[in-house]
């Protein structure tokens, strides 16, 4: 298992940006695709992106693209989330998450069920206040 610990979460007005960090313990985090997630008051978790092991393919919530983006450094055991162009309805707690399989794609990510990933962050809250 991989434990996870998010930051980077606050306030900020709509239209400002925010980047959220997952640290990562275990050696074995370079080998696994990760994740972000988010979750608004009375609604279910969704999907945010997710990025491979090797950083080389992403994959993106259409509410996110061309405002959101996924990266990792392996080197520090950490993968983050740059979010531009916030908006109020991006107000959630987000969360990184970890896949139990080592073959799980980013591609994959989008629609397993959460289940399926066998590590979880305790979240970091982003508002966007308009």
């Known amino acids: 298992q991989v434990h996870l610990v998010e930051s980077g979460g606050g306030l900020v007005q709509a239209g400002g940006s925010l980047k959220l960090s997952c640290a990562a313990s275990?050696?074995?985090?370079?080998?696994?695709?990760m994740g972000w997630f988010r979750q608004a008051p009375e609604k279910e978790r969704e999907f945010v992106a997710a990025?491979?092991?090797?950083?080389?393919?992403?994959n993106y919530a259409d509410s996110v693209k061309g405002r959101f983006t996924i990266s990792r450094d392996n080197a520090k055991n950490t993968v983050y989330l740059q979010m531009n162009s916030l908006k109020p309805e991006d107000t959630a707690v987000y969360y990184c998450?970890?896949?139990?399989?080592?073959?799980?794609?980013?591609?994959?990510?989008?629609?397993?069920?959460?289940?399926?990933?066998?590590?979880w962050g305790q979240g970091t809250q982003v508002t966007v206040a308009s």
């Open positions: 990025i491979s092991w090797s950083g080389g393919s992403t």
């Open positions: 998450a970890a896949p139990r399989s080592r073959s799980t794609t980013a591609q994959a990510v989008g629609v397993m069920a959460q289940a399926d990933f066998g590590s």
């Open positions: 275990g050696r074995t985090f370079s080998s696994y695709t």
